[in-house]
Structure formats: C-alpha cells, structure tokens
C-alpha cells in the first residue's frame, strides 16, 4: 500500500535520527516524519500551482502546532481542545520561518505552506530543531522551487566545552542556549540566549552549530535523491522585464539617489515617493503597471551601491557610527520604574512594574508547567512609523522582538532568593527606524535598575547590517529601516560590558563567511560599549531601594509542620490575615513566606499574627491575649495567633474572686504570663502576676501561690474541692 516509503536513518551526535516519508500525509507536496529520541515531528509543505493575480510578493506562512496529546495531556480551559498558539509555538514558527525563506528563488510568487505538528514528545529532546530538519527535508522532496537543504542544531555550553542538541535537562545547567541553522556553505540563522560570553566564544558555538548539523544535510539529500519529487519549473525572467529594469536604471538611478541623500526618514519618504512618481509618469501605461514591482530593486541598486561606493550611508554616516542617543529615567512619577530610551529617530518607552508571587505568569508547556517571574511584552503601534493600522493582540513580529529583549536581560536578573519580586517591562514603541527590539534591550535595562531592581550590569543591544556584492561588503552598526530592508543581514546583538547575552542573526542571501561575522561581532562590540557608556548619563547602576510606591516584600521562614497552622482549615487562617492586614502573602512548600505590602505597619502586622501562630509559649514570658470564652473555673485566653490557655480563677486577680465575669469579659484585651503546662500539654496562665496596664511582671511583689493539684479538675467538681479546703476542719469524738 505504502510503494512511495522510504526512510532514512542519520546518526547525529551519538543518536538516531529518523526521516520518513510516503506512509503519512501523502496528499501534501512534501510530507516527513522526523524522529529524534521518542521526539515525533510531522512535516508536511503544500505549494499552490498557480499566482494570484497582482501578487508582488511571497506569501510563505510557517505553522508550528503542539498537540496535547504528544505528552499524554488533555488540554485545559473550557473547551478542553488546542486553541490559538501559545508563546512559545509562535517563536518556533517564526524559527523555522527564517532559515527557510531566503532559500526561494528571487520572483517565486506562489503561495507555499509549511505546518509541523508535534505528536510525540519524550522530555528529553526538543521538538524545535526536529521540526526545522522535518520542515527542510519535506521541502527538499516536494519538488517546489527551494535552494535547501537547511539543517539545524542546538548548542549548549556545559563546563566550559560545547554540547550539541543537549537535552533538556542538560540545558538547565548550560550557559548557552543558541540555535543555529544553515546550507552546507554557511549559516543563515542565529537564535541564542547567553550568560555574558565573549565574541570568541559565540563564534564558537556558531562554527560548532554549523559543522554539527552538516550529517543532517547529507542524509536529507541522500532521502531526496530516492523519494523527491520532479522539480517545477523556476520563474524566468522574461526579455521584456530585464529591459525594463535597465530603461529604470537609465532613467530613475539619479533622482532617486538624490532622494536618498535625506537624512530625515519621513521626508526621505517624501522625496522618494515623489522621484518614483516621476519616473512612472515617463513610461507608458504597460511599462508603469510591470515597473512597480521593480522599483523596490532599483532603490536597492542605488542604496547598496553608494554605500560601497563611498562608505557613507543614507543618514550621512560612516559604517560604524552609532545614532545620537538620550537615556532618561524616571519620566513617569507614578509606575516603579521607567525610562525614555531615544537612538535617533527610534524610541522606546519601557515601564516596569513590580509585583509578587502572586503576579507570576503560570506556563503551560509540553514539557511541564512553570512559574515565570520575569515578563516582557513590547508593543508596536501603527504611528510610530507615521501609519494607521489595526489595534488588538500582538503579532508573531512583536512577540518575537520582544522575546529577544528578553533573553538580553535575563540572565542578568537577581536570584529569585535575594529579589522575589515579579517584574514586568512594557516597551511601547513611540518611534520607529531601525531596531526598535534593541532600543528596547535599552529602555528595559534603565527601567528596572530605576525601579530598583538589582541587575548583575547594564544591557545595551545594537543592530549590525551588511551590504554584499561581488565588488566587495561593508558591515553597517546601527543600521536604519531601509538598511535593514534594502540590506543583506539582520545582526542583532545584546549584552554587557563584560559580554554578550543574546544574539540573533538572520541572513537574505545564501549565507554569510565566519569572516563577515567575526568582524560584525567586533563591531558590534564597540557599539555596545558606546551606547552602555551614553546610558550611565541617565543611571549607571540600580537605585538602593524600590521604589516607594512599589510592595516591599519581607521573607520570613517557619517550620514546614507549621505550615498548615498558618494557612488554616480551607484557607480560613491565612485569608483572615491577608484581609485585616491589607497585605499580599505567599507561601511556599519549604516554609518561606513573603509579605507584600507599602505599608510597613501592616507588614509587621502581618509577621505578627504569623510569628504568633507558629511560635511555641515559653514559660515566664508575658503575652497580650484577648478572652475569648470564660467559665465557672476561669477565663481561656487566646495568645500567639492561635494558641489558646487557660487562666484559672485563682490566677484573675490577688484578690477573692468569686465569679470569673467579675474581673473578665468575652473579648477584653489582657496581659498574661505562662506559668507551665498540664499533662494534655495545655498551657497555664496567670494575669494576677502581670501589671494589666504596663506588663510589667509583679510576681515578686504579689508572692507566688501554692500550685493547684494536677488532680484538681478545671470543672465545677474541681471549684468544689477548692472551696471545701477553704472551710475550717471540726473534731469529732
């Protein structure tokens, strides 16, 4: 039934990985089932056959789905099926996304269609780099015009030596996270996170990334010379089309190299609009309706040429210099943490907020469920580029932009130990030319040090570009909007003075030498240091102290037995206290208890009424208690939280007592002192011995009693025997 079958078995890095493909999904172009471990990916490619009329560009959509059912999960919420994709199936999709699109050949129009699901999943390999293998090799077999294969790889900085595709637990105790994917002749993808490694370092691991996954790319071209699919034909550039080009070039490179020399992006725009306009209106009514799809290479010609023609750019700068740049913090009087990060026409506006552990994002993985102290979410509105657009839930774009940030500064956060605050950044893009993900970097490392948090150092990112012809390449820092349209790479790079946090590289041609990125790293580097050294203007290191309208959260610790005396029967104990306090309480399983609150009082409060729950009475000490029932024999007093004792009617006053309601009522406020404990363990208590106004101990001065008898029971019986022995003996004959 299955005649089309075939199977590749690849050993990579000490385990097998497994290509199938003709047994499932045989309907799709290209179809493959990848297999690491008991990780199961299944690839599939669809490619429409003919163009949409006026389509002018590539329409490639990337979907990365995990199915519940790949860890032996049924899905949560109402519907109890998988709903929109989650964080993290975004990021993957953007992942697979960006390798594979430079690889179409130039004025491929057709609409192509990649979806991998994960059905299987083993905790110990990641589906990530499977499913970007499964998406290149089933690609690579569907015949659709594509200049693969991809391969792809994680590595890991265990112990000083670099691991590939180490597994999940191994990730936990590695200083690097970077994913890398390219051809055979280089890397076109660069995805990392880092604990402050140098340059050497990082080209390390991409070098190392790059020959690890080459076996990958030798068995998927073994699979595809037995099962690939005839070739389609590729999109030739018709005679009619090339001479259009020249007769632009001819009559547009001029005005239109003129509009360029605009510094300012807006009239820029205006200036090239207008000079594109002009150079329509010279051509016939055919010519201009197939020119408009040209013009974009046209002003690429012209940009790209100029800028290795005469080393300067669009904005009148050399390649190495970074944009004027004002850091201010503090800018808005009412949020814990803020600051205006401005880099020519980019700007950020980061905010930070603190809060507690009750603020923690809960994430839902296939790989389990985790608490996520630290967020970030960057938001880009339609009029920091001068447009209007739709307002509603982040795009893939602004989740992966923001998701980098966030690895930036990552690993410079306080251990949750010494810091346990929640944090979360909003970076609200006001403006917009040229890596507003890395103004961000910026804007989030000046916000939390302003709200006080602690950061190992400051975090600055820069965005590298590159210009690459066959005359020669430059490497851009700082890099504008049309740089980074027009240009060859998106190299964007994090870190501190001491080294680099995060790195992400995507490429628009083939691929790109370990020469071209050893100098974009370098440079990189002089940037970073140039913006770190603009940003000490505005803050060098984090204020002292949160900030005064932010929760000052207290750790206490209390026995682990204690624990369920603290929280109470169904929560009562705990909800009582967070309610007359006014604070935010959180407990955890080992003991320790976090208080949140503005109000020290009500911090002290709270400690209080927990110190007094899972405190144990020591005798001869004074506590203040409340009465909280009386009887014949005496009056039970509660002290401690919720420790209550009994004071007998001996102990009320130094004076007779004849009726417990005499000296106390339900609910007075008293002073008492522990004298001991029965042999239930029930606490003894005194108040005659303790001055009610000042507890003061007076002891001394009123003289100790005579014990009562163990025997003599806390009941009426027992009051009797007392009053008996107070009667005068008679003889009897």
Same mark, same amino acid.
């Given at each position: 039934?299955?005649?089309?079958?075939?199977?590749?078995?690849?050993?990579?890095?000490?385990?097998?990985?497994?290509?199938?493909?003709?047994?499932?999904?045989?309907?799709?172009?290209?179809?493959?089932?990848?297999?690491?471990?008991?990780?199961?990916?299944?690839?599939?490619?669809?490619?429409?056959?003919?163009?949409?009329?006026?389509?002018?560009?590539?329409?490639?959509?990337?979907?990365?789905?995990?199915?519940?059912?790949?860890?032996?999960?049924?899905?949560?919420?109402?519907?109890?099926?998988?709903?929109?994709?989650?964080?993290?199936?975004?990021?993957?999709?953007?992942?697979?996304?960006?390798?594979?699109?430079?690889?179409?050949?130039?004025?491929?129009?057709?609409?192509?269609?990649?979806?991998?699901?994960?059905?299987?999943?083993?905790?110990?390999?990641?589906?990530?780099?499977?499913?970007?293998?499964?998406?290149?090799?089933?690609?690579?077999?569907?015949?659709?015009?594509?200049?693969?294969?991809?391969?792809?790889?994680?590595?890991?900085?265990?112990?000083?030596?670099?691991?590939?595709?180490?597994?999940?637990?191994?990730?936990?105790?590695?200083?690097?996270?970077?994913?890398?994917?390219?051809?055979?002749?280089?890397?076109?993808?660069?995805?990392?996170?880092?604990?402050?490694?140098?340059?050497?370092?990082?080209?390390?691991?991409?070098?190392?990334?790059?020959?690890?996954?080459?076996?990958?790319?030798?068995?998927?071209?073994?699979?595809?010379?037995? &099962? =690939? %699919?005839?070739?389609?034909?590729?999109?030739?550039?018709?005679? /009619?089309? +090339? !001479?259009? #080009?020249?007769? $632009?070039? *001819?009559?547009?490179?001029?005005?239109?190299?003129?509009?360029?020399?605009?510094?300012?992006?807006?009239?820029?725009?205006?200036?090239?609009? &207008? =000079? %594109?306009?002009?150079?329509?209106?010279?051509?016939?009514?055919? /010519?201009? +309706? !197939?020119? #408009?799809?040209? $013009?974009? *290479?046209?002003?690429?010609?012209?940009?790209?040429?100029?800028?290795?023609?005469?080393?300067?750019?669009?904005?009148?700068?050399?390649?190495?210099?970074?944009?004027?740049?004002?850091?201010?913090?503090?800018?808005?009087?009412?949020?814990?943490?803020?600051?205006?990060?401005?880099?020519?026409?980019?700007?950020?506006?980061?905010?930070?907020?603190?809060?507690?552990?009750?603020?923690?994002?809960?994430?839902?993985?296939?790989?389990?469920?985790?608490?996520?102290?630290?967020?970030?979410?960057?938001?880009?509105?339609?009029?920091?580029?001068?447009?209007?657009?739709?307002?509603?839930?982040?795009?893939?774009?602004?989740?992966?932009?923001?998701?980098?940030?966030?690895?930036?500064?990552?690993?410079?956060?306080?251990?949750?130990?010494?810091?346990?605050?929640?944090?979360?950044?909003?970076?609200?893009?006001?403006?917009?030319?040229?890596?507003?993900?890395?103004?961000?970097?910026?804007?989030?490392?000046?916000?939390?040090?302003?709200?006080?948090?602690?950061?190992?150092?400051?975090?600055?990112?820069?965005?590298?570009?590159?210009?690459?012809?066959?005359?020669?390449?430059?490497?851009?820092?700082?890099?504008?909007?049309?740089?980074?349209?027009?240009?060859?790479?998106?190299?964007?790079?994090?870190?501190?003075?001491?080294?680099?946090?995060?790195?992400?590289?995507?490429?628009?041609?083939?691929?790109?030498?370990?020469?071209?990125?050893?100098?974009?790293?370098?440079?990189?580097?002089?940037?970073?240091?140039?913006?770190?050294?603009?940003?000490?203007?505005?803050?060098?290191?984090?204020?002292?102290?949160?900030?005064?309208?932010?929760?000052?959260?207290?750790?206490?610790?209390?026995?682990?037995?204690?624990?369920?005396?603290?929280?109470?029967?169904?929560?009562?104990?705990?909800?009582?206290?967070?309610?007359?306090?006014?604070?935010?309480?959180?407990?955890?399983?080992?003991?320790?208890?976090?208080?949140?609150?503005?109000?020290?009082?009500?911090?002290?409060?709270?400690?209080?009424?927990?110190?007094?729950?899972?405190?144990?009475?020591?005798?001869?000490?004074?506590?203040?208690?409340?009465?909280?029932?009386?009887?014949?024999?005496?009056?039970?007093?509660?002290?401690?939280?919720?420790?209550?004792?009994?004071?007998?009617?001996?102990?009320?006053?130094?004076?007779?007592?004849?009726?417990?309601?005499?000296?106390?009522?339900?609910?007075?406020?008293?002073?008492?002192?522990?004298?001991?404990?029965?042999?239930?363990?029930?606490?003894?208590?005194?108040?005659?011995?303790?001055?009610?106004?000042?507890?003061?101990?007076?002891?001394?001065?009123?003289?100790?009693?005579?014990?009562?008898?163990?025997?003599?029971?806390?009941?009426?019986?027992?009051?009797?025997?007392?009053?008996?022995?107070?009667?005068?003996?008679?003889?009897?004959?």
């Amino acid at each position: 039934m299955f005649d089309n079958y075939f199977r590749k078995d690849i050993d990579w890095a000490g385990k097998t990985l497994t290509l199938e493909t003709g047994k499932v999904a045989r309907q799709a172009d290209g179809a493959v089932m990848a297999r690491l471990g008991d990780t199961i990916v299944l690839c599939t490619v669809v490619g429409a056959r003919n163009v949409k009329p006026g389509q002018d560009f590539f329409p490639l959509t990337v979907n990365y789905q995990e199915k519940a059912f790949a860890a032996g999960k049924i899905p949560g919420g109402f519907f109890k099926r998988e709903g929109r994709p989650s964080e993290a199936e975004t990021l993957i999709s953007r992942l697979i996304d960006r390798p594979i699109r430079p690889l179409f050949p130039e004025g491929f129009r057709n609409e192509v269609q990649v979806i991998a699901t994960v059905l299987s999943h083993d905790m110990e390999n990641s589906p990530d780099i499977v499913a970007l293998v499964g998406c290149s090799a089933a690609l690579t077999l569907s015949g659709i015009p594509f200049f693969g294969p991809v391969g792809a790889a994680r590595v890991g900085l265990i112990e000083g030596a670099f691991v590939l595709n180490p597994t999940l637990e191994q990730m936990k105790s590695s200083k690097l996270d970077l994913v890398v994917a390219g051809t055979a002749e280089g890397v076109l993808m660069v995805e990392s996170e880092a604990q402050e490694l140098s340059e050497d370092d990082m080209l390390g691991a991409v070098t190392f990334g790059h020959k690890g996954f080459q076996p990958v790319i030798e068995g998927i071209i073994e699979l595809a010379e037995r &099962a =690939a %699919k005839e070739p389609w034909d590729l999109p030739e550039e018709a005679a /009619e089309t +090339a !001479a259009l #080009k020249k007769k $632009l070039a *001819e009559l547009g490179s001029a005005s239109i190299g003129e509009a360029y020399k605009e510094t300012q992006k807006l009239l820029r725009q205006q200036k090239v609009g &207008a =000079a %594109k306009k002009a150079l329509l209106e010279q051509l016939s009514e055919d /010519e201009a +309706a !197939a020119a #408009k799809g040209l $013009l974009k *290479e046209l002003e690429a010609d012209v940009v790209r040429n100029a800028i290795l023609d005469t080393g300067m750019r669009i904005d009148g700068r050399d390649t190495k210099t970074v944009r004027p740049i004002v850091a201010e913090v503090g800018v808005l009087p009412r949020s814990h943490g803020s600051a205006l990060f401005t880099r020519g026409e980019t700007q950020a506006f980061c905010v930070a907020t603190l809060g507690t552990g009750q603020d923690e994002q809960i994430i839902d993985q296939l790989a389990g469920e985790y608490r996520e102290n630290f967020m970030l979410h960057y938001n880009f509105p339609p009029y920091s580029v001068n447009e209007t657009g739709r307002m509603g839930s982040p795009g893939r774009r602004e989740i992966g932009h923001g998701k980098l940030a966030w690895r930036a500064i990552k690993p410079l956060l306080p251990e949750k130990s010494t810091f346990p605050y929640t944090m979360r950044v909003v970076s609200e893009i006001t403006e917009s030319n040229g890596s507003s993900s890395m103004a961000t970097v910026c804007g989030t490392s000046l916000s939390l040090m302003d709200a006080g948090v602690p950061l190992k150092r400051p975090c600055a990112g820069i965005a590298m570009g590159l210009i690459k012809e066959e005359k020669g390449y430059a490497v851009l820092s700082d890099i504008l909007g049309d740089e980074d349209h027009l240009g060859d790479m998106d190299f964007k790079v994090a870190g501190t003075e001491e080294g680099i946090t995060a790195l992400q590289m995507d490429i628009k041609i083939t691929s790109i030498t370990p020469e071209i990125m050893k100098i974009a790293l370098e440079q990189a580097k002089g940037g970073r240091l140039h913006i770190l050294g603009e940003m000490a203007k505005g803050l060098t290191g984090a204020r002292t102290d949160v900030a005064s309208n932010a929760p000052k959260i207290t750790v206490i610790n209390v026995p682990k037995d204690k624990i369920r005396e603290v929280i109470g029967t169904g929560g009562k104990v705990i909800r009582d206290i967070v309610e007359t306090t006014g604070t935010k309480i959180d407990i955890e399983d080992d003991g320790t208890i976090k208080i949140a609150s503005t109000s020290p009082e009500a911090t002290q409060a709270a400690i209080d009424r927990i110190r007094g729950i899972t405190a144990e009475p020591e005798v001869g000490v004074i506590y203040n208690g409340t009465v909280v029932k009386t009887a014949d024999f005496g009056a039970f007093v509660n002290f401690l939280g919720a420790k209550d004792g009994l004071v007998h009617i001996s102990e009320l006053s130094n004076e007779r007592v004849n009726k417990t309601t005499d000296i106390v009522k339900q609910g007075d406020k008293v002073k008492v002192k522990v004298l001991g404990f029965d042999d239930r363990g029930k606490v003894k208590l005194s108040m005659r011995v303790v001055d009610q106004a000042t507890g003061a101990d007076i002891s001394e001065q009123v003289g100790a009693r005579r014990p009562r008898a163990e025997s003599e029971g806390e009941g009426e019986g027992g009051e009797r025997r007392e009053r008996r022995e107070r009667r005068p003996r008679r003889d009897h004959d």
